[in-house]
């Protein structure tokens, strides 16, 4: 259970990097990652559903989480 809250927490950070960070490629392969990164997000979350609702509300919040952290904790410092 620690490693799936860990992990869902790694995709937010991944999807936060992908969406706001400053990815040196072209504007076509950040559009790729994007959707990748929707893909892999919406594959956890469904696949935590399949252990229960609890699960699966728990992944969005993992998800959430890590997204959040990236635009607000990591970002900002980044950007100095």
């Known amino acids: 259970m620690f490693t799936r809250i860990i992990i869902g927490i790694l995709i937010g950070l991944a999807a936060g990097y992908v969406v706001n960070g400053k ?21 956890f979350i469904a696949s935590s559903f399949m252990f229960g609702p609890l699960h699966g509300v728990l992944a969005v919040v993992e998800i959430a989480g890590g997204y959040f952290l990236y635009t607000q904790v990591i970002q900002p410092k980044t950007r100095k």
Do not use: D, E, N, Y
Request: hydrophobic share 65%; proline share 5%; net charge positive.
């Open 23 to 43: 990815v040196a490629v072209s504007p076509k392969t950040v559009q790729m990652l994007q959707i990748f990164a929707g893909i892999v997000a919406v594959a």
